[in-house]
Nanobody, 116 residues
Framework: QVQLVESGGGLVQPGGSLRLSCVAS????????MGWYRQAPGKERELVAS???????NYADSVRGRFTISRDNVVNTVYLQMNSLKPEDTAVYYC??????????WGKGTLVTVSS
């Protein structure tokens, strides 16, 4: 079955960096648009960044210039490089895979805490 497994979360100080990874299985990875979402306590889940197979990306205004999404279709992995982290970035980060309007899959999330 389909699995999206996130890793790389943890505790980091403001201004620090972290890289998240999401390994997908059970899908034709190269056909899927991939994305990272996050949900902070008491807030709605929001799109952070997304990427299609050919490499086009988009970012939330709040992370543009600080975060970079990328993918490796050989190893079925999507990454989120997070730099200049702020306390406001604290959230559970979720990996998402989407194929058109008929397929939509989620990972279980990885916690990122930005605090001094």
């Amino acid at each position: 079955q389909v699995q999206l497994v996130e890793s790389g979360g943890g505790l980091v100080q403001p201004g620090g960096s972290l890289r998240l990874s999401c390994v997908a299985s059970g899908i034709i990875f190269s056909a899927y648009a991939m994305g990272w979402y996050r949900q902070a306590p008491g807030k709605e889940r929001e799109l952070v960044a997304s990427i299609i197979s050919v490499g086009s990306t988009n970012y939330a205004d709040s992370v543009r210039g600080r975060f970079t999404i990328s993918r490796d279709n050989v190893v079925n992995t999507v990454y989120l490089q997070m730099n200049s982290l702020k306390p406001e970035d604290t959230a559970v980060y979720y990996c998402n895979g989407r194929l058109g309007a008929g397929r939509n899959y989620w990972g279980k999330g990885t916690l990122v805490t930005v605090s001094s």
